[in-house]
């Protein structure tokens, strides 16, 4: 019964260790102009998947990645068959775009996926997602299937065909519920 004890006095004395950071990236909300919520982002691996979280709120610095963040996504991304996952900001001249790069490979295609996402009255909002599989086919020819959604407009492009999409709430493109196949569930991108 002490050596019980003993051993879980010690194991509550170890220090929790660090989950494993695939990519870290920061920025202001505003872009370059530096008048918005500076923010922190996190991406790390969850399982099969890849997990998002995002420190914001601060308008004096970039917050340090402590205590609850405000945004967490454990589902934000697949991980399976990932070659690079990473955080980019990029400046689209109307603020900060956050993108979740995934580049994959298996035995069938290799590919790309981004999922961008901007911080809108108070939500974290998907803007856009795009997605790339360059299928082997052995045997036969390679063919690739290609899909970029600009959620904005509501347009989709696949395989060089445009469509409109059908009109969503401001909700609905709320990044905590987004998941890795989330364009392709709620028919922004169709399967093949």
Known sequence: MRL??????????L????????????????????????????????KDKARLRIWGGALDGVPKASGDPEFDNDQIALGAFATRQELEVYDSGQGSILQVVTEFADEDAEGRSVVQIQYLDNQYTVVGY???????????E?????????????VSIE????R????????????????????FERGFCTRM
């Not at 795009?130 to 036969?140: C, D, M, Q, V």
């Open 4 to 13: 019980i004890a003993l051993a879980m006095s010690l194991a509550a004395a």
């Open 15 to 46: 220090p929790v260790t660090a989950q494993t950071l695939l990519s870290e990236a920061t920025g202001n909300w505003a872009g370059p102009s530096n008048e918005g919520f500076y923010f922190r982002a996190q991406l790390s691996p969850t």
């Open 130 to 140: 795009y997605h790339l599989s360059k299928f082997y086919n052995p045997g036969g």
């Open 142 to 154: 390679p063919f690739a299937y290609e899909c970029d959604v600009d959620l904005w407009n509501m």
């Open 159 to 162: 395989n060089g065909q445009q």
């Open 164 to 183: 409109t999409l059908e009109p969503v709430g401001f909700e609905a493109l709320n990044a905590s519920d987004w998941t890795w196949d989330a364009a």
